[in-house]
């Protein structure tokens, strides 16, 4: 354990001395020693003893050592190398050591000199690589190669080549020679949380055999072991990150405010604000709540619900119980539209609650945003609703009770810390129209009270979902055509605003002029997310009073737009969006009593699995099911199109592919904290202590 000890301080030392290395190291979350083990190899390839060159097998991995009979050198006219130092392709005749019967040829490509020189500077060189057979002809693409003489020793089994990534500008090299240099004893006493026991009994490798697999410390007879090897060490990453999930919890719960307690007559007072009945899913969200205000420390919500079911009528029922109890509301929106959206909507149900209303954005003129901001201080505004503009330096509450996040995957952590620091003790709500897959809300939203809006308001008819191809576009117009001269309106979306060079897809410019010419008695508006606020508040007002039939626009209308007389959503090239957005797209239509479509417009023949994916859309309109499926093709890395500052993703676990080992480390967890296991309790104890944890929420 000393020598253990001794090596993670020693290399915490080298990590401070902030080498171009360790920064490159740590601008990628790889900042300890523990971090560095973890990095998987892309593969690890068995290599058999060098053998001659006659049993060298297609597509197999080959060892050889053979003299250099000939190096050809050619520039590469198209690429230059940094610097524009000039590239090379090289081809390297060598005959088999082994017998002078056969030649073999080595090939590399956009080589810089120093490649070169090192070639021509050897005799004899022994090489790796898969071979290719080309024109009745051995060669090896890219071999890795050094030099051979008569003091090399011939290896008489197999060895195991270990072929690293590049991380964040870092060499496989680097990496291969660091992990050569680590001392023996390191491996055989790595001091790791819960190492075997829990483990075992899962069938598990330990940990010390997995990474010395995994770094080629160990040679492997099948590939099979390093996927083993690759196995126990996502089960510990799930089992570290549950941990984190529970601590996080902890500490929330150790953070005290008043409990809030509601009569049944007062949720019935301010339910019938609203002209329609609550659904049976809306109910149990604001049971909930109202439960969870009650705990007496800060309520973490998160509300999912698909596309158009109700999550901002239980919001702002959570609300009215809030300031009714003396605090503030802010509602924070990606977007000033749907900001603008709820402002309107929230206006109108209360005007006759005797709340205090504001609005704060960008695009208001200062003297306007300084006078909500005085008021917001001075406790005059109950309930502000706003962008990124609520969590400027100079917005400050009088006593902020209950933050409000819609859309959260728009904003990152920090942006919605920012907003619950407002304030003491502030209960959190965040509301999602994605809706999260079960595996995924095992992890990344594991801490939080989730609850889910399924049903859908009464008297919605649903949305019917078709594929356009060209051989089909005709139809398309036609229908459209139809359902425009019945006064209906329409959404056209695109996937850029303007044509760039390769690109395959119709932009909004060109949309406009064919659709100016397919439609020339109606009028279309467009909009974008380059308009300035006032002029993107007026489009919209326009088609919102049907004074314009189509709006012609980018995805920047995927949240906050509501106009129930529009009853088609067409969306030119779907193929260059996700599905979760196609989905989110798909819901700005279909929220009045009449029937909606959404048209899915492909204007050139598409690969089989694009075409799978826009099946998926249009089989489904459970947008649990979609996401699920978005997870599946996509994976978790980039789930929602956004990047999200400070939230996990996993270095080596998927939560699809690797469900069964999330949930045997949940099970492990559980039956831990049981046994009040005492390594699991000094680790909750030393992440108890780590301000970091909290800031994933």
Same mark, same amino acid.
């Given at each position: 354990?000393?020598?253990?000890? @001794?090596?993670?301080?020693?290399?915490?030392?080298?990590?401070?001395?902030?080498?171009?290395?360790?920064?490159?190291?740590?601008?990628?979350?790889? *900042?300890?020693? %523990?971090?560095?083990?973890?990095?998987?190899?892309?593969?690890?390839?068995?290599?058999?003893?060098?053998?001659?060159?006659?049993?060298?097998?297609?597509?197999?991995?080959?060892?050889?050592?053979?003299?250099?009979?000939?190096?050809?050198?050619?520039?590469?006219?198209?690429?230059?190398?940094?610097?524009?130092?000039?590239?090379?392709?090289?081809?390297?005749?060598?005959?088999?050591?082994?017998?002078?019967?056969?030649?073999?040829?080595?090939?590399?490509?956009?080589?810089?000199?120093?490649?070169?020189?090192?070639?021509?500077?050897?005799?004899?060189?022994?090489?790796?690589?898969?071979?290719?057979?080309?024109?009745?002809?051995?060669?090896?693409?890219?071999?890795?190669?050094?030099?051979?003489?008569?003091?090399?020793?011939?290896?008489?089994?197999?060895?195991?080549?270990?072929?690293?990534?590049?991380?964040?500008? =870092?060499?496989?090299?680097?990496?291969?020679?660091?992990?050569?240099?680590?001392?023996?004893?390191?491996?055989?006493?790595?001091?790791?949380?819960? /190492?075997?026991?829990?483990?075992?009994?899962?069938?598990?490798?330990?940990?010390?055999?997995?990474?010395?697999?995994?770094?080629?410390?160990?040679?492997?007879?099948?590939?099979?072991?390093?996927?083993?090897?690759?196995?126990?060490?996502?089960?510990?990453?799930?089992?570290?990150?549950?941990?984190?999930?529970?601590?996080?919890?902890?500490?929330?719960?150790?953070?005290? *405010?008043?409990?809030?307690?509601?009569?049944?007559?007062?949720?019935?007072?301010?339910?019938?604000?609203?002209?329609?009945?609550?659904?049976?899913?809306?109910?149990?969200?604001?049971?909930?709540?109202?439960?969870?205000?009650?705990?007496?420390?800060?309520?973490?919500?998160?509300?999912?619900?698909?596309?158009? @079911?109700?999550?901002?009528?239980?919001?702002?029922?959570?609300?009215?119980?809030?300031?009714?109890?003396?605090?503030?509301?802010?509602?924070?929106?990606?977007?000033?539209?749907? %900001?603008? +959206?709820?402002?309107?909507?929230?206006? @109108?149900?209360?005007?006759?609650?005797?709340?205090?209303?504001?609005?704060?954005?960008?695009?208001?003129?200062?003297?306007?945003?300084?006078?909500?901001?005085?008021?917001? !201080?001075?406790?005059?505004?109950?309930?502000?609703?706003?962008?990124? @503009?609520?969590? +400027?330096?100079?917005?400050?509450?009088?006593?902020?009770?209950?933050?409000?996040?819609?859309?959260?995957?728009?904003?990152?952590?920090? #942006?919605?810390?920012?907003?619950?620091?407002?304030?003491?003790?502030?209960?959190?709500? =965040?509301?999602?129209?994605?809706?999260?897959?079960?595996?995924?809300?095992?992890?990344?939203?594991?801490?939080?009270?989730?609850?889910?809006?399924?049903?859908?308001?009464?008297?919605?008819?649903?949305? /019917?979902?078709?594929?356009?191809?060209?051989?089909?576009?005709?139809?398309?117009?036609?229908?459209?055509?139809?359902?425009?001269?019945?006064?209906? /309106?329409?959404?056209?979306?695109?996937?850029?605003?303007?044509?760039?060079?390769?690109?395959?897809?119709?932009?909004?410019?060109?949309?406009?002029?064919?659709?100016?010419?397919?439609?020339? !008695?109606?009028?279309?508006?467009?909009?974008?997310?380059?308009?300035?606020?006032? !002029?993107?508040?007026?489009?919209?007002?326009?088609?919102?009073?049907?004074?314009?039939?189509?709006?012609?626009?980018?995805?920047? =209308?995927?949240?906050?737009?509501?106009?129930?007389?529009?009853?088609?959503?067409?969306?030119?090239?779907?193929?260059?969006?996700?599905?979760?957005?196609?989905?989110?797209?798909?819901?700005?239509?279909?929220?009045? %009593?009449?029937?909606?479509?959404?048209?899915?417009?492909?204007?050139?023949?598409? %690969?089989?699995?694009?075409? #799978?994916?826009?099946?998926?859309?249009?089989?489904?309109?459970?947008?649990? !099911?979609?996401?699920?499926?978005?997870?599946?093709?996509?994976?978790?890395?980039?789930?929602?199109?956004?990047?999200?500052?400070?939230?996990?993703?996993?270095?080596?676990?998927?939560?699809?592919?690797?469900?069964?080992?999330?949930?045997?480390?949940? /099970?492990?967890?559980?039956?831990?904290?049981?046994?009040?296991?005492?390594?699991?309790?000094?680790?909750?104890?030393?992440?108890?202590?780590?301000?970091?944890?909290?800031?994933?929420?």
């Amino acid at each position: 354990m000393s020598n253990t000890l @001794s090596w993670n301080s020693k290399f915490n030392t080298i990590f401070k001395r902030k080498t171009k290395t360790i920064t490159s190291l740590e601008e990628v979350n790889y *900042t300890s020693f %523990a971090d560095i083990l973890s990095i998987i190899p892309l593969r690890v390839d068995i290599l058999p003893p060098p053998q001659s060159f006659s049993s060298a097998k297609q597509d197999k991995l080959f060892q050889g050592i053979g003299r250099v009979l000939n190096i050809q050198k050619q520039p590469n006219a198209f690429r230059k190398g940094k610097g524009k130092i000039p590239l090379h392709n090289i081809t390297v005749y060598l005959e088999d050591h082994f017998s002078t019967k056969q030649v073999i040829q080595l090939r590399f490509f956009n080589c810089y000199p120093s490649i070169s020189n090192k070639l021509e500077n050897i005799e004899e060189l022994i090489f790796q690589g898969r071979v290719q057979i080309f024109n009745g002809a051995l060669q090896i693409i890219n071999p890795n190669f050094k030099e051979f003489n008569s003091t090399t020793a011939i290896q008489k089994e197999n060895s195991v080549s270990v072929i690293y990534p590049t991380i964040n500008g =870092i060499k496989p090299t680097f990496l291969s020679s660091f992990f050569s240099k680590l001392p023996l004893e390191l491996w055989n006493d790595l001091d790791i949380f819960l /190492q075997d026991d829990i483990a075992q009994a899962r069938g598990l490798i330990s940990l010390a055999t997995c990474y010395k697999i995994l770094h080629g410390q160990i040679t492997i007879q099948d590939i099979s072991e390093f996927n083993k090897a690759k196995e126990r060490l996502i089960y510990n990453e799930f089992l570290e990150e549950q941990i984190k999930i529970l601590v996080r919890r902890q500490l929330l719960q150790t953070v005290k *405010t008043p409990a809030i307690l509601v009569s049944s007559e007062q949720i019935q007072t301010d339910q019938k604000l609203f002209p329609y009945e609550l659904t049976p899913d809306q109910k149990s969200c604001l049971n909930d709540i109202i439960y969870e205000l009650s705990r007496g420390y800060p309520m973490m919500k998160l509300i999912q619900g698909d596309v158009g @079911s109700g999550k901002t009528t239980v919001a702002i029922l959570a609300a009215l119980l809030v300031i009714r109890n003396g605090g503030q509301v802010a509602l924070m929106c990606p977007t000033e539209s749907l %900001a603008l +959206q709820h402002y309107k909507t929230i206006t @109108s149900i209360l005007k006759y609650s005797g709340i205090s209303i504001d609005i704060l954005i960008g695009g208001q003129k200062e003297n306007h945003k300084r006078d909500t901001r005085l008021k917001l !201080e001075q406790g005059l505004t109950d309930f502000i609703i706003g962008t990124h @503009s609520l969590i +400027q330096q100079s917005v400050s509450f009088k006593n902020l009770g209950l933050a409000i996040i819609d859309e959260q995957h728009k904003f990152g952590v920090n #942006q919605r810390i920012q907003l619950s620091k407002k304030g003491d003790a502030v209960h959190t709500i =965040i509301m999602t129209a994605t809706p999260i897959p079960r595996s995924l809300s095992l992890t990344q939203y594991g801490d939080l009270d989730i609850s889910v809006i399924k049903t859908m308001p009464h008297g919605r008819k649903g949305i /019917q979902t078709r594929i356009v191809t060209p051989a089909t576009f005709e139809k398309f117009l036609s229908f459209l055509k139809t359902r425009l001269s019945l006064n209906e /309106q329409a959404f056209i979306v695109v996937p850029a605003i303007f044509e760039q060079e390769e690109q395959s897809f119709i932009t909004l410019e060109k949309a406009n002029e064919k659709f100016v010419k397919f439609f020339p !008695e109606y009028k279309i508006s467009t909009m974008h997310g380059h308009m300035k606020t006032e !002029e993107k508040s007026e489009v919209l007002q326009l088609f919102a009073n049907h004074q314009s039939d189509i709006l012609l626009a980018t995805s920047v =209308i995927e949240v906050g737009i509501d106009v129930p007389n529009a009853t088609i959503m067409a969306i030119l090239s779907p193929e260059r969006f996700g599905l979760s957005s196609l989905h989110q797209l798909r819901g700005r239509v279909g929220r009045g %009593a009449k029937a909606a479509f959404c048209f899915l417009v492909t204007e050139k023949p598409l %690969a089989k699995e694009s075409m #799978q994916r826009l099946q998926i859309i249009e089989n489904s309109t459970d947008g649990f !099911e979609i996401s699920e499926k978005d997870l599946e093709l996509r994976g978790e890395g980039n789930l929602f199109g956004t990047d999200q500052s400070g939230e996990h993703t996993h270095r080596l676990g998927n939560i699809i592919s690797h469900s069964h080992l999330l949930e045997q480390a949940k /099970q492990d967890l559980v039956s831990l904290l049981e046994q009040k296991n005492p390594q699991l309790l000094q680790k909750i104890s030393q992440l108890l202590q780590d301000e970091h944890i909290i800031k994933t929420i």
